[in-house]
């Protein structure tokens, strides 16, 4: 009964999606693919799939550049029976996003099935860390990459009830988690953080961490407390660790972060006072704390972490690079302080 009505549902909604534009059609036909086991079956069949070992993603790399590659569901069925597993694998992949056309796309992480090198040589290529990888494919493939890593770690780390030990079981688009035991669904989370450019009108300030690489500066950032607004935790954050007080503030964007698990990032542009601008660190979160001028940071901007590096050992300062909302935050400023009338 359920299957024929979804089956009319399905029909119903593809002749009221003739109206809608690219977009809208693609977001419904994501959101059947979550909530309809059986659809989403059928459609891991004529998926792509991104392979994983133990949430690093597969890259490939073709002269200088790395690559994504994505494997046919043709091709995983191949690999799968080539190692002698069962294609029951494929259901384990999580639904990550399609093309225009419907083409949905997965993402498998195959540790416990198959060994990394084996597929690696059948591949050709290699499994790399998030850190790098992030880093080192096309800009525009990074968030994917980011938010299908942070998908399969969360079903990693959620595979029991917190409340009866038992086990969850994930829906086949890997949206949610459920235990049958105590009814519980459980979804997947993602803790809001803040980050913050503060400015007091000339210089803008910028921060390191001692597990920072180094010569690397950043925005200040910080977990939002349970039942805080996003105010109040920029506030707060600004004056724990510097010690300074917000006068105002502006939201800039935001963005998902992988590290070090699912974070919302909450850009925002923040100003405070002229008269105090006198920066207490606190030591136990920060190594240093400064404000920067124009001109330093536009230098800073030109460096990466090779090219800071300096003869006696020691490193000028650059800043996150453009896949890190940071870069974003500290790019807009440098627009904001060039375009003011002098
Ligand atoms: N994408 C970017 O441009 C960018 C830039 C800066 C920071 N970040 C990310 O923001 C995150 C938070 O920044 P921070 O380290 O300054 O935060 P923070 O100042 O709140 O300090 C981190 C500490 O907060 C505590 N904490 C509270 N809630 C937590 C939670 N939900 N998860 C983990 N720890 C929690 C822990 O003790 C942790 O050591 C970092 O993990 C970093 O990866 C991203
Ligand atoms: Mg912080």
Redo the contacts with the bound molecule.
């Keep these: 009964m359920a299957a024929i009505y979804q089956a009319v549902h399905r029909r119903a909604s593809s002749l009221f999606c003739r109206f809608h534009s690219t977009y809208v059609k693609k977001m419904r036909y994501l959101n059947e693919l979550k909530e309809d086991d059986d659809f989403c079956r059928q459609a891991q069949t004529s998926g792509t799939f991104y392979l994983f070992h133990n949430l690093s993603p597969f890259l490939q790399k073709v002269g200088k550049k790395y690559l994504l590659p994505q494997l046919s569901a043709a091709e995983m069925k191949r690999i799968l029976e080539k190692m002698k597993e069962t294609e029951q694998w494929i259901e384990k992949s999580v639904l990550i996003g399609c093309s225009d056309e419907h083409v949905p796309h997965f993402a498998l992480d195959l540790a416990g099935a198959l060994e990394k090198s084996v597929i690696e040589s059948e591949l050709q290529g290699s499994f790399t860390d998030l850190r790098k990888a992030l880093f080192v494919v096309d800009v525009k493939d990074s968030p994917l990459l980011a938010s299908a890593q942070a998908l399969l770690r969360w079903h990693e780390s959620h595979q029991y009830c917190s409340k009866t030990g038992q086990p969850t079981q994930k829906n086949l688009a890997g949206s949610k988690r459920v235990c049958h035991a105590s009814g519980i669904t459980y979804y997947p989370q993602m803790?809001p953080?803040v980050?913050t450019l503060v400015s007091d009108g000339s210089r803008c300030l910028l921060t390191r961490?001692s597990s920072f690489p180094q010569g690397m500066y950043?925005?200040?950032?910080?977990?939002c407390d349970l039942g805080e607004s996003v105010e109040e935790a920029l506030r707060r954050?600004v004056a724990e660790?510097v010690g300074l007080e917000v006068e105002s503030f502006q939201y800039s964007a935001s963005?998902h972060?992988p590290?070090?698990s699912s974070?919302l990032?909450i850009a925002c542009h923040a100003l405070v006072g002229g008269q105090q601008t006198e920066i207490s660190m606190n030591s136990l979160?920060l190594e240093e704390a400064r404000w920067f001028g124009l001109e330093e940071v536009l230098e800073g901007l030109k460096r990466d972490y090779t090219s800071s590096k300096q003869d006696d050992g020691s490193f000028l300062p650059w800043f996150?690079p453009k896949q890190?909302?940071?870069?974003k935050l500290i790019n807009e400023w440098v627009k904001q302080q060039t375009s003011r009338p002098t």
């Design positions: 803790s953080v980050i961490q950043t925005a200040l950032s910080g977990f954050e660790e963005q972060w590290f070090p974070c990032m979160e996150p890190a909302i940071a870069h």
